[in-house]
């Protein structure tokens, strides 16, 4: 594969991206023969065929797909390349693709502006996405950097803890259980949950709370998508919620809602920066990395000050 051209690996991304020849090729500025040659010869070269010509346009093989992640590797290692260069120059530049799940965007865009503002020349991105989604865009290496509370199993990464990420359980303030003290998992698993969907930090963590309790978590409740959902219908009466404390610092202070007295609770999670573990730092990661460690925990809601006696006490800004 020495003969491979860094021309003919951007026509597999193109071709990928395009789904055909003709479309690929307006987007490189290039002929429709010439990027036909391009992939005959990368073909040639592998033996395999890349792509699979159906009507609907061009799919990509097991053999396209190994060249296509080969491609994006390369940009990169590319990308770093120059990061590193303008490092060694003395400039601190460079970009960042952040990727955070959904509970954590409740805090990523106060941390993100933090940090810009002292590395004004650091351009950042933030994806938004479930637990799910987030690990296929560390999987795809679509992000650099992703902010959750789990990290993920099936992808090798390196993983940080900068800060504490508390969860509870809350209901509107009327409910019948507010108020009381240190009640029971048993009689809190009587009570109807509103749910994230399979897969998310939060279900996970429920689900290992309950798991004491016989035939508990085969019905764990009503499903929905996302945490202002959650909160809506909690308010609404439509049963109790499982939630990071850092998505309800609003409503509670407006009491809206009320967080409840479980013994056991809150439970103690961290907060986590992930990076693929074969991913080389750039040093633009490396800084925000760095943010993280030291400042991080400081631009995370103050959950101490809505559950005062949990023993939360984060650090002073």
């Not at 002929?31 to 395999?48: D, M």
């Not at 989604?133 to 900068?162: C, H, Q, W, Y």
Request: proline share 6%; charged share 20%; with cysteine.
């Amino acid at each position: 594969m020495r003969n491979l051209t860094l021309k003919q690996l951007k026509a597999v991304q193109a071709i990928v991206a395009h789904g055909k020849i003709v479309n690929a090729a307006n987007a490189l500025g290039l002929s429709p023969p010439a990027v036909t040659i391009q992939l005959r010869q990368l073909e040639e070269e592998a033996g395999l065929a890349l792509f699979d010509r159906t009507t609907d346009g061009m799919r990509p093989t097991a053999a396209g797909l190994a060249f296509l992640e080969a491609a994006q590797a390369i940009d990169e290692r590319l990308g770093m390349l120059g990061d590193r260069i303008d490092a060694i120059c003395g400039v601190r530049t460079g970009s960042i693709r952040l990727g955070a799940v959904s509970t954590a965007k409740y805090f990523a865009p106060r941390l993100m502006a933090a940090f810009m503002k002292e590395y004004p020349d650091i351009d950042m991105r933030l994806v938004i996405g479930n637990r799910a989604e987030t690990i296929a865009s560390l999987k795809n290496r679509a992000v650099d950097i992703a902010l959750m509370g789990r990290p993920a199993k099936d992808v090798p990464v390196r993983a940080s803890a900068f800060g504490d990420h508390p969860l509870v359980i809350i209901a509107p303030p009327d409910h019948g259980l507010a108020g009381v003290r240190d009640i029971s998992k048993e009689r809190i698993a009587e009570e109807h949950f509103i749910i994230r969907e399979p897969g998310s930090g939060t279900r996970i963590s429920l689900e290992i709370f309950l798991s004491e309790i016989p035939g508990r978590i085969d019905d764990l409740g009503i499903e929905m998508d996302s945490n202002e959902t959650i909160k809506q219908a909690v308010m609404a009466g439509l049963g109790i919620a499982f939630i990071s404390a850092h998505t309800i610092a609003f409503e509670i202070e407006a009491g809206r809602l009320v967080i409840l007295d479980v013994a056991g609770m809150p439970i103690r999670r961290q907060w986590f920066s992930v990076m693929r573990g074969d991913h080389a730092v750039s040093p633009a990661m490396a800084t925000f990395h760095d943010f993280l460690m030291l400042k991080g925990a400081m631009y995370l809601p103050l959950f101490g000050r809505l559950y005062p006696d949990t023993g939360f006490a984060p650090p002073e800004p």
